[in-house]
Nanobody
Framework: QVQLVESGGGLVQPGGSLRLSCAAS????????MGWYRQAPGKQRELVTI???????YYADSVKGRFTISRDNAKNTVYLQMNSLKPEDTAVYYC?????????????WGQGTQVTVSS
């Protein structure tokens, strides 16, 4: 079982930056992958970025070069640095943890944090 708590969302002007944090209730080094998803009004939830336990990362094309995922194992926290924000980045951002154990995949979600990009 993993509890995830996101923070850092808010209102920012286009071109601005925000950093989201996701604090996990257990050692994230033992979690196979952690990532960020987002869901805009009227749209399906989409993958933004993930980081594996080995440090590999993946980014959606829409955020490449603007967003950076990182993690601090000592703090059991994953971060999402978002730069050059655009209005289309407006969404609720969810932290996700994926654990593979004995052939079974477990997924855990945070409650979400709202990011609004608007002038």
């Amino acid at each position: 079982q993993v509890q995830l708590v996101e923070s850092g969302g808010g209102l920012v002007q286009p071109g601005g930056s925000l950093r989201l944090s996701c604090a996990a209730s257990r050692n994230i080094a033992s979690i196979n992958a952690m990532g960020w998803y987002r869901q805009a009004p009227g749209k399906q939830r989409e993958l933004v970025t993930i980081i594996t336990s080995g440090g590999s990362t993946y980014y959606a094309d829409s955020v490449k070069g603007r967003f950076t995922i990182s993690r601090d194992n000592a703090k059991n926290t994953v971060y999402l640095q978002m730069n050059s924000l655009k209005p289309e980045d407006t969404a609720v951002y969810y932290c996700n943890a994926t654990v593979q154990r004995m052939g079974v995949r477990y997924e855990y979600w945070g409650q979400g944090t709202q990011v609004t990009v608007s002038s």
